[in-house]
């Protein structure tokens, strides 16, 4: 199907949130607000909104809080959840790499993996507070960044 002037752009253009489900939500909020430096648009004992970039929304969940869902004002938020290992991916500079290095290093966070992708991208791969694989990304490193 090809959108014309005439009707709107109906395209998914991104991402706009993601949501890690977290055993300790206080630990998980300091290290993503602290550590990686999200700022936190909303919080309750339930969940965090974190902003990442003033592109995209991390929602941290308690675990088992979220599997219900949730009425709100405007409509009910279906049930969710996950238990596991999670991954995330994070947008940095290619030039970046190495202040990124020092910084979770120096806040005691060890690098997992540092990959170099084919297309002179960088991954630098490290675990968060419950054990989920969290990446910093480089451009360079799929074809759309």
């Known amino acids: 199907m090809t959108d014309t002037p005439e009707t709107p752009d109906t395209r998914i253009t991104r991402v706009i949130e993601t949501a890690l489900y977290c055993d300790d939500l206080p ?10 430096g999200f700022a936190v ?3 309750s004992p339930r969940l965090v909104a974190l902003n990442v970039g003033g592109e995209s929304v991390l929602l941290l969940f308690q ?3 979220s599997e219900d869902g949730e ?8 049930g969710h959840g996950a238990h ?9 500079a290619l030039d970046a790499v190495s202040h990124w290095t020092a910084r979770l290093t120096s806040a005691g966070i060890p ?35």
Do not use: N
């Open 27 to 36: 630990c998980a909020r300091k290290f993503y607000a602290d550590v990686l």
């Open 41 to 43: 648009m909303l919080e």
């Open 84 to 92: 596991g290992t999670q991954h995330a991916a994070f947008a940095i």
């Open 71 to 78: 009425v709100t004002p405007g409509g009910t938020v279906p």
């Open 63 to 65: 675990r088992g809080m």
């Open 111 to 145: 690098i997992e993996s540092t990959v170099h992708w084919p297309r002179g991208g960088v991954s630098l791969y490290f675990r968060g507070p419950d054990g989920h694989s969290l990446e910093l990304l480089t451009e360079r490193s799929w074809p759309i960044c």
